[in-house]
């Protein structure tokens, strides 16, 4: 934030620029609560002085003291003073001097830039030719400014100084391993409600909760200023907010929950909001939490609004970010949980625990190491995206409530899952990438109801130890567009497993990449003792690349009901490139070396295979139990007709369209394919001599049976056949 000023002074006559002028920014100081005369002052609760800190009184340097000893209402000074009710005393930090005052203390670092890294020393500015001045600052604390003209106090400005209550904790006595010799008595339940808390540079022991009462701020250093909670005994303690306390923040300051010597059932912050609502965690940093790092639970009817943000969680022994029952509208942004769950399963991020909890973003964060879930959530219109997890001993994220969406994350090196979805409606999981995880990429399960309208969409998920996306039961689901690249499982498999249903499928536009080598691209199964039923699953234009390992591009086992396997294109297998049963309906598939069919029939279906050998018209028709071939316009050009000039021995036509170049010959010789209904066969000949036309051993090309007929060099002839024996020129 910029904080800009002017300085006007008045000669005598008229009010002029103050140039030249000093303006020393301080921490607050205190308003006196009643006159006194002696070694204390009194003052209104939440001041802002410290032991250690120098002040003057007002304007009069004459009144300069330091501060020997505090309370929230008063302070003891070093030598007599005498005060009057109302009177500002004027914090001087740390100042130098020993019977008057250098204005020379710390105050708060003020800055010449944006950036907030070239400061100003003494934290003092001066004001320029026209009296004006100006400075950065990080905006998280109030500021008192005093003028001064040389060394000489002229006038001050207190920073909204009577809307807030500001109160100083100073640093501990420490021995010398940096551990705190003593608690300060009584601080953790004396906090100001509506008011501001500045924990100051140094270790502040907590031997009890730290209760945050309505409206009030706690904020410190960053990890210069520690809260170090006792938990010997087990006394169950940490940062709780008042019985129904609301517009509450906590902000850059470090949590040592002493994890380590105790477990604990309370959170190193743990906030049941009652009938409280709008909450903040800023920039905290909490180790060793002996529960979860930050846990709110929310209630019914209430709307929560909670943030945490920029905040980092370190060996938590449950979650690191939980939010519990209730709670909703909630951010939890930007922040890196690390190694958590280590005593109680659950998740690095907690994003609701029951159905309850709704209206939850989270995004941005890191969860890395920890020996659960990484992201979990059960709650409802949760939004999870934008998140990096690595290394989590189970699933990497885990969705277990209805109308989620997880999108543009980063799931790597998970022990489970990792991305899994599980049991509820209206699920996207789309644009992530999952690699290298201990089982699937991303799975779609039924756990405990079926799971439905799941869209899985965009992924790349590769390397994974089992599938790619694994649809393992589930009803209107769509699976489209994802990159499955070398895992060791199916790239896409759809179950239906153990008494399960999948049905209303499709996958559509996938690329996939060498699958395992006994397994398939992609796979629609029903599996278990008793196995699921497959139904209504359509496969629909995808590229199934084999690598020259993976054994079928496509394959379906028990397909049940209507399963559709259309304008796919697969290549590059080990095994056959289509690998299906009775009742799949198959059509105009591109691939490289066929299909296996291992039952019949498959009616009404139709594949192209590119090479164009071992008979091959281009397409085929599984019909009355049986494959045989169909010309499709399917052009060979270049044909040299055969010199044998025998039927037997003739060149054989595989094409729709088929162009003799060379007929060295008189009647050198072509043989026609099998009869199929329907067929047609065209011939160019654009060889120098009459070609022979003979027909498929035992067909009539019109002239009766095994009876040959001629064409003309330059001329062209389309035979058509009506049966199975039969052609006409058409």
Known sequence: MVREGRVFINPGTRP???????????????????????????????????VGDKFIVGLDDLRYRTVTANSDTSVDVNSAV??????????????????????????????????????????TVMTDSTGRYRYFHDGTQSMWELVLSGNTPVAYYLDVYDALALRQLSSLATDGTGTPSDPWTGWESSLPANGFVVIGIGHHKATSNVTVPAGCTVMGYGNGSRVIFDQTGAPSIGFVNAANAGDITLCDFYIDHDGGTAASTNAAIQFATGTGQSY???????????????????????TTNVKVRGCSVIGAQRHGVEFSSDVTVGQIIGNYCEA?????????IYAG??????DIVVTGNVVKGGFDNGIRSAGTDVSISGNTVIGCANDGIRLAGPRQSCS????RGSGGQGIKAEDYASITVSGNTCTGNAENGVQVRFSGSQPSHIAVAGNVCSNNT?????IRAGEDVVVCGNQCDNNAGNNIWIEAPDSQTVTRVQVAGNHCYKSGSTLNDILVSATGGVPGTVGYVSIVGNFCDGGGTGNHGVGVLNAGTRVNVIDNFCQNHAGTELSLVAGVYLRQNGTGTGVSATSAPIKGSMWFQSDGTADNMGAQ????????????????AGITASTTQTQAGGTALKRGINEVSVCANANDTVTLPTAVAGVSVTIINNGAQTLRIYPFLGDNLGTGLDTLTTLAAGSNVTFTAFNTVNWEIT
């Open 16 to 50: 002029a620029y103050g140039v030249g002028f000093r303006v020393a920014v301080r921490k607050p100081g205190g308003r006196v609560a009643s006159a006194s005369s002696g070694l204390t002052i009194n003052l209104d609760p939440g001041h802002g002085l410290a």
């Open 82 to 123: 005498s005060v009057a009710r109302d009177e500002y005393v004027i914090n001087l930090g740390t100042d130098s001097g020993a019977t008057s005052p250098n204005y020379d203390g710390s105050g708060l670092r003020i800055f010449q830039d944006m950036g907030l890294e070239d400061a100003y020393a003494d934290s």
């Open 280 to 302: 903040r965690f800023d920039g905290l940093h909490i180790v060793d939490a002996a529960h979860s790092g930050i846990r709110i639970v929310g209630s019914a009817g209430v």
């Open 340 to 348: 958590t769950n280590s005593v109680t399963l659950g998740a690095g």
């Open 353 to 358: 625990s029951i159905a309850s909890a709704a």
């Open 408 to 411: 543009g994350n980063t799931v």
């Open 466 to 470: 089992l599938a790619g996306v694994h």
């Open 621 to 636: 028709v599984f019909d009355n139990g049986a494959w045989r071939d169909t010309q499709s316009q399917i052009v060979t």
